[in-house]
């Protein structure tokens, strides 16, 4: 099993930045491919980003992509989601996430385990 750890959120302007990062302990972050996901209040969880196992292949939500970058440091046990020009709307809570899957996926349903969440919040 591995256990998850979000940090880096808090209130921003629109057009700023934060980087999330997802500490991993346990097993190896390197075994899995990891996701971040969204949910903001009233809403479904939601799809933001994910990596595959060795970091060569990454995939984005549409609304995102050109602004955040995900990233992994297996090395460090640790994925990193930098967000630039952010947006009123990418407020919410995020989540990391680990899948057993190579390669990541878009559907929550895919990873098993999760952190807790960290709070981002853009102000217009």
């Known amino acids: 099993q591995v256990q998850l750890v979000e940090s880096g959120g808090g209130l921003v302007q629109a057009g700023g930045s934060l980087r999330l990062s997802c500490a991993a302990s346990?097993?190896?972050?390197?075994?899995?491919?990891m996701g971040w996901f969204r949910q903001a209040p009233g809403k479904e969880r939601e799809f933001v980003a994910a990596?595959?196992?060795?970091?060569?292949?990454?995939y984005y939500t549409d609304s995102v992509k050109g602004r955040f970058t995900i990233s992994r440091d297996n090395a460090k046990n640790t994925v990193y989601l930098q967000m630039n020009s952010l947006k009123p709307e990418d407020t919410a809570v995020y989540y990391c996430?680990?899948?057993?899957?190579?390669?990541?996926?878009?559907?929550?349903?895919?990873?098993?385990?999760w952190g807790q969440g960290t709070q981002v919040s853009v102000s217009s």
């Open positions: 996430a680990a899948s057993a899957s190579y390669s990541g996926s878009f559907n929550r349903n895919a990873y098993g385990y």
């Open positions: 346990g097993r190896t972050v390197s075994t899995y491919s």
């Open positions: 990596i595959s196992r060795s970091g060569i292949s990454t």
